[in-house]
């Protein structure tokens, strides 16, 4: 434990371990994601899937193991249990740093399966990570604006069709799915602004979760809604990497998604969008009486 080190000293450990790590592993995976691309077979691309997710795993344990190593960290956690490799999720969290993203991989990498995320299909051509997230499976999707669909109605439902495609991989193999319904972090500027019914919370945008459950079907039953409170305060990847993140508290609440909400169209569907929408309010006003209540247990 080299918690005693002065925080920028650890802060630029932690990077330079981190750096290390992805250099090692980024030529290993990029043979994996060429050979992906260029034998369409099934057996291959199955094995080199494996591969890939094994070495992303692998990535996420050794970034969490440096910052064991460097910082003491006080973990008080809920509902890590009945967690399965074997199941599909949904995930979702409060959102008040990128260390959120931290804080979830560090707790579920390798109870559950690799956690994707639904990026835009622009963004495949990010030089080396879009093939990473390719050869990852991260599934892209395609969102039409709302004017380019009042000019061309033919194309209502594209968009989540396109998408299903993406997802048809995922029918077989398990898969983890995060997602912000925030969709941005929480600030009390952002708060004000939004004029949000929450004390701690952003108003949620339930559109992008419907999106993803029905692009999912009926595979994505299962929801991990974590709540993440920083008891002395939230701070920035450099103070997680630092070690001036001394506590931080996590309740993880197993939910079953309603099958009425699975392989829905959202956009297209007044009727069901308000439902869905009730539902999703209701959630993040569980969450937000959650969070005021682990803020009171942790004196925050």
Known sequence: ?????????????????????????????????????????????????RGLNRIALIWN??????????????????????????????????????????????????????????????????????????????????????????????????????????????QYTPVAVFNFMEGTRFTEAKHAAQQSPYTNLLRPKAGGTAFVLGAMGERLQNMLDITIVYPDGVGGIWDYLCGRIRRIVVHIDHRQIPNKFLGRDYANDEAFRKDFQQWVSELWQEKDDRIETLKRQYNT
């Open 61 to 170: 344990a050794g970034n969490a193991a440096f910052i064991r190593l460097l910082n003491k960290v006080e973990w008080h956690v809920e509902g890590l249990s009945e967690l399965s490799k074997d199941q599909w999720y949904f995930i979702t969290s409060n959102h008040q740093s990128w260390v959120d993203i931290l804080v979830v991989q560090n707790l579920l990498n390798s109870r559950i399966p690799l956690m994707k995320f639904f990026l835009k299909r622009e963004l495949i051509w990010v030089p080396l990570l879009g093939i990473a997230w390719w050869a990852l499976d991260f599934p892209f999707m395609k969102r039409y604006s709302k004017e380019l669909l009042e000019k061309r109605p033919e194309l209502k439902g594209k968009d989540l069709e396109t998408t299903q495609k993406a997802c048809e991989k995922f």
């Open 1 to 49: 434990m080299l918690d005693f080190l002065p925080a920028p000293v650890k802060g630029i450990l932690a990077i330079t371990l981190i750096l290390l790590s992805t250099l090692l592993w980024y030529p290993l995976l990029l043979l994996l994601a060429l050979i992906k691309l260029i034998i369409p077979l099934k057996p291959v691309r199955t094995l080199a899937t």
